[in-house]
């Protein structure tokens, strides 16, 4: 196995995306620790896939350099840091308070930069000793367009974007490559709150499953991603496999960004 004995820090590990990363870099012999604030879903995936649960608050800067101590303690290095911690944000700007607009900038933006500031000193030694290190960003496709009344979510999405490129900018040198996925629709539990809360407020939308088929409707591939289809992206990217590639975005949303919207009337006309 390519990852055995790499050892890898996810944030937002405890649930849907992050919790299938954890699993993919565990199958392949990775040495895991997953971050989050809530204890008891980070120990359930702990007990998954054996990886190291630590509660932290990634966004803050003590709680962050703990929660590196803690993996240098346990495994001795830091060679992969997959920055997934996420969230908040939804709602218009005039909507938006100043506490509601901080949130989303904080776990949207915020975890990802303390994380990586706390870790860079553990992966640029890592890059200097065993070859090169990664950090992944999980970014979105709120990062590279806007939907509706997400601005705080869409605002910090986009600066994660931004973060991937200084960091690989600033760090290339020292053998850390830098490199965000942006991800479309994924079945995860923030996802299928969501879809719920469309169903309760659209009258044509029954249920969770009709949702999902609905904002996928004109999605070439026609469906949402399941977390380990993202997971495989950021494997790919935590790994050897992409030694070339530092400050890239690579977008995993069943085509989503390539369809032309002024045309989906024809589509959906039959033409």
């Known amino acids: 196995m390519q990852m055995r004995d790499r050892v890898v820090m996810v944030t937002g590990g405890g649930t849907g995306i992050g919790a299938a990363i954890a699993e993919r870099f565990a199958g392949e012999g990775a040495r895991v620790a997953i971050v989050g604030r809530r204890r008891e879903p ?3 995936v702990a007990r998954a896939t054996g990886a190291l649960p630590i509660a932290a608050d990634a966004a803050d800067g003590e709680s962050a350099r703990a929660a590196v101590a803690q ?14 911690a996420g969230g908040h944000g939804f709602a218009a700007v005039g909507e938006t308070s100043d506490a509601e607009w901080s949130a989303a900038i904080t776990a949207n933006l915020t975890t990802a930069f303390v994380m990586a500031r706390e870790a860079l000193p553990a992966l640029t030694e890592s890059a200097t000793t065993n070859g090169g290190s990664q950090i992944v960003v999980v970014s ?13 979510y869409t605002v910090g999405k986009h600066a994660l974007i931004g973060l991937t490129r200084s960091l690989a900018r600033d760090y290339g040198a020292a053998g850390v490559r830098v490199n965000a996925v942006c991800p479309g629709w994924v079945r995860t ?22 949702g999902y088929a609905a904002v996928t409707r004109d999605v070439p591939l026609g469906r949402p991603a399941q977390p380990a289809e993202i997971a495989s992206i950021v494997r790919f990217l935590g790994s050897h496999e992409s030694s070339y590639m530092t400050g890239s975005v690579l977008v995993a949303d069943g085509g989503a960004h390539i369809v032309d919207l002024p045309t989906v009337a024809f589509a959906h006309a039959g033409m």
């Not at 993996?71 to 997934?84: H, K, M, P, S």
């Not at 979105?140 to 705080?152: D, I, K, M, R, T």
């Not at 469309?198 to 009258?203: G, L, N």
């Open 140 to 152: 979105s496709l709120a990062g590279l367009f806007a939907g509706p009344s997400v601005a705080g």
């Open 42 to 44: 980070l120990e359930a």
């Open 71 to 84: 993996v240098l303690e346990r495994f001795g290095r830091i060679d992969v840091l997959v920055a997934n």
């Open 189 to 210: 539990p923030m996802a299928d709150a969501e879809m719920d809360e469309f169903a309760a407020h659209a009258a044509a939308i029954g249920d969770r499953e009709a």
